[in-house]
Structures are given as C-alpha cells and as structure tokens.
C-alpha cells in the first residue's frame, strides 16, 4: 500500500458527461499528479500541483482541468466524455521539495468507463 | 526533451533463470531513472532509482539495475525470477534540465516467469 488513495474505484458513465476523481496524497507529500494510462497510449502525464499550485502540465485535454485543494487533496474533472476518455486514472504523490530526484508514489487508480 | 525506451514488448522466463528488462533513456543533462511494476488492476509500485553514484542501484523484492552512461541504458534485473515477478514493468526517466517533476515512462515490458 503506497499510501495515496484514489475515489472511486470504478466509474461507468455516458458520452457528454462529466466525472470528478480524487486523490488524497500520502501523508506530508506537497506533490499531486495525474496520469492516463490506456493501451493505445500507454501511461500519459496530465498535470502536477504543487501545494496547492500548477506546477507542470503534460498532455491533458482542455476538457479536463484539476485543482489541489488546502488540505492537499486533489480532484481531477473530466466534462464532455468520448468514448476515447476510457481508460485508467492514477494520480501520484511525492514530498516536491526540489522535485527533480522525488519518487512519486501511485495510487491504485479510477477505471472510468465512458459507454 | 526526455525519452525513454522499451523495446521489448514482452519477456518470457523460466522460474529461477536470471532476468533482464531493458530500458534506454535520452536526455540533454543528467539522467535520473526510475524503475516500477504494476500488477494486473493495481497501480505502479516504485521498485529502484538511480539518481547518482555506484552504477548498480538495488531495489525491493531482489530486483537490481545497472546504469550505463555510455550506452544511455538502465536494465533491471534480478538473478533468480519467480513466478510472482510476471507483472508489467515501466522505466521511467527526469532529466535534470526539466524544470520540475515531469516522469517520462516507457510503453512498459510485460514479464512472463513460467514454473
């Protein structure tokens, strides 16, 4: 058990919809990130928040955006779901002091299923 | 830009035979690299990291990997492989030059041990 839990396990929902995933980090990790790992595109970064801020972002749609709340927890919003946007979700949590040479640690994902 | 890659789709061994799963990086500065499994339906688990120092990095469950500066390469290996070691493996890599956070994974190696 790495620590970061990840609500829900399973979504199944419809095209057009919109979805929200969270994340609770490990405990005193400032460092969220969000991945997409699907089999055509294999493990995709999406976005970083750093205590409470964007700190880097990879390849996340402009249908999805994420926040990083107070309490360091963090959710990531998927709106006008395609069939494409199936895949599994994992976000990731490291301490972020420097950064470079942290270890992130995963969750054990969302599996969203877009019908 | 950072890259990493795998280029073994899959890898089949026998129980008790030594294992090897290759990676190779590219980046402009120093490399840092990492290596994960993911079980089926889990999310990744942090097995070793080389960030600097002695080439040969020692990780959980047995596993080890070797650095090679001059052929860009980072394989995991493990002297003695058991069944419970079929997962699928993902190198990773930061280099030292990107700012931030931002894990580059490779499309990950699918180990196989047969009995």
């Known amino acids: 058990d790495s620590g970061v839990t990840q609500t829900p396990k399973h979504l199944i929902t419809a095209t057009g919809q919109r979805v929200t995933l969270r994340c609770s980090p490990r405990?005193?990790?400032?460092?969220v990130y969000w991945y997409q790992q699907s089999l055509d595109q294999g493990l995709q970064f999406l976005i970083q928040?750093?205590?409470?801020?964007?700190?880097a972002k990879g390849n996340i749609l402009e249908r999805f955006s994420a926040q990083q709340f107070p309490d360091l927890h963090s959710e990531l919003n998927l709106s006008s779901l395609e069939l494409g946007d199936s895949a599994l979700y994992f976000c990731a949590s490291s301490v972020g002091r420097r950064g470079v040479t942290d270890t992130q640690y995963f969750g054990p994902g969302t599996r969203l299923t877009v019908l | 830009a950072q890259s990493v890659a795998q280029p073994e789709d899959q890898v089949n061994v026998a129980e008790g035979n030594p294992l090897t799963v290759k990676c190779t990086y590219s980046v402009s500065g120093n490399p840092y690299l990492f290596w994960y499994v993911q079980y089926p339906n889990r999310g990744l688990q942090f097995l070793l990291k080389y960030i600097t120092g002695d080439n040969l990095v020692k990780g959980s469950y047995g596993f080890e990997a070797e650095f090679n500066k001059s052929q860009t390469s980072f394989h995991l290996k493990k002297p003695s492989a058991l069944v419970s070691d079929s997962a699928l493996y993902f190198c990773?890599?930061?280099?030292?030059?990107?700012?931030?956070?931002?894990?580059?994974f490779g499309k990950g190696t699918m180990l196989l041990v047969s009995p």
């Open positions: 405990s005193g990790d400032l460092s």
């Open positions: 990773a890599v930061r280099d030292e030059n990107s700012g931030y956070s931002t894990l580059t």
């Open positions: 928040y750093y205590n409470g801020e964007e700190r």
